[in-house]
């Protein structure tokens, strides 16, 4: 959610819930959140300064100036820093345009070129425990991420395991509602 987003869903709760807050908001014409007094007396502004997902380090505890510059291209994303463009038909913009050293360029089909990057000699390499931590592909939906696991395991010798889990709440349970506020669904 961008900075944006985050304030109105503050000020949207504040109207809801903080008396004092609607009160004194009612006696000046509506602002946005971020400039507005009332907002500042009561709220700090925090903004996302590190990305944990991608470790800026290598194995060895230097930094790894390649990382630093994909975490902060991120960063910037969701600080509206990177310019969007809106394609034809399109009210919003909302694409951007991926830098250069962060496209993985291959002749092979996507998921191989993306996987031979990420983890090269896997299969030499797939029981090294640090190899397997230095390494991740992010990906913001399961289904690339489920396309991409059928891929790896295909390369697996041996029998392959299937364990069972769950991804919701069970309705029956005492506290259903405030459980499933706990476990939102991705």
């Known amino acids: 959610m961008t900075q944006s987003g985050c304030l109105f869903y503050l000020e949207v709760i504040l109207d809801k819930y903080c008396p004092l807050y609607q009160k004194e908001k009612d006696k000046k014409w509506c602002k946005p959140a971020s400039t507005d007094p009332i907002y500042r007396k009561y709220c700090q ?3 996302l300064s ?17 990382k630093q510059l994909f975490n902060k291209w ?7 820093n990177v310019p969007a463009v809106c394609k034809d038909g399109e009210e919003e913009a909302t694409w951007i345009e991926i830098p250069e ?4 360029k291959s002749e092979k089909p996507p998921v191989d070129a993306i996987v031979d990057t990420i983890f ?7 029981e090294d425990e640090d190899y397997l931590r230095q390494r991740a592909i992010l ?3 399961n289904d690339d991420a489920d396309l991409i696991n059928k891929h790896m395991f295909k390369k697996l010798q041996g029998q392959t395991m299937t364990y069972k889990s769950s991804d919701e709440i069970c309705n029956g349970s005492t506290d259903a509602i405030e ?6 669904v991705e």
């Not at 459980?179 to 939102?184: A, G, I, L, V």
């Open 45 to 47: 502004i925090h903004t």
């Open 50 to 66: 590190r990305i944990m997902r991608v470790n800026e380090y290598t194995a060895d505890g230097h930094l790894d100036s390649r």
């Open 74 to 80: 991120v960063l910037d994303i969701g600080d509206d």
């Open 101 to 104: 050293q962060f496209i993985v």
């Open 120 to 126: 090269p000699n896997f299969i030499l390499r797939h």
């Open 139 to 141: 990906t913001p939906q």
């Open 179 to 184: 459980q499933q506020q706990s476990y939102p």
